[in-house]
């Protein structure tokens, strides 16, 4: 599965942005999809997953109310609506895919090439 993001930009706090990912694969329905960001001299995060057809969702306590994942399967496309954007959300936002279930980094199989996210105070 390849995975392009796109989306990122530079917002002030308070505002909001939408990131995108497309997934090159036919089979897209069969992965939960997650968003991960990687901070300057942090770890990647979890920040938000969807399951297969999108009945579930699961959000990281530093977005929830905040951020909104979703995804459209006849687009083979996962997205991850932003609002209230604070500094501290300053990122690089990755799309990843994995078959079950789960947040954690090291057990989702592929991943999108990163989009910028940059929050100004």
């Known amino acids: 599965v390849q995975l392009q993001a796109s989306g990122g930009g530079l917002v002030q706090a308070g505002g909001s942005l939408r990131l995108s990912c497309a997934a090159s694969?036919?089979?897209?329905?069969?992965?939960?999809m997650g968003w991960f960001r990687q901070a300057p001299g942090k770890e990647r995060e979890f920040v938000a997953a969807?399951?297969?057809?999108?009945?579930?969702?699961y959000y990281a306590d530093s977005v929830k109310g905040r951020f909104t994942i979703s995804r459209d399967n006849a687009k083979n496309s996962v997205y991850l609506q932003m609002n209230s954007l604070k500094p501290e959300d300053t990122a690089v936002y990755y799309c990843?895919?994995?078959?079950?279930?789960?947040?954690?980094?090291?057990?989702?199989?592929?991943w999108g090439q990163g989009t910028l996210v940059t929050v100004s105070s």
């Open positions: 990843a895919a994995r078959a079950g279930w789960g947040i954690r980094a090291v057990d989702y199989d592929y």
């Open positions: 694969e036919r089979a897209f329905s069969g992965y939960t």
């Open positions: 969807i399951t297969r057809i999108g009945g579930s969702t």
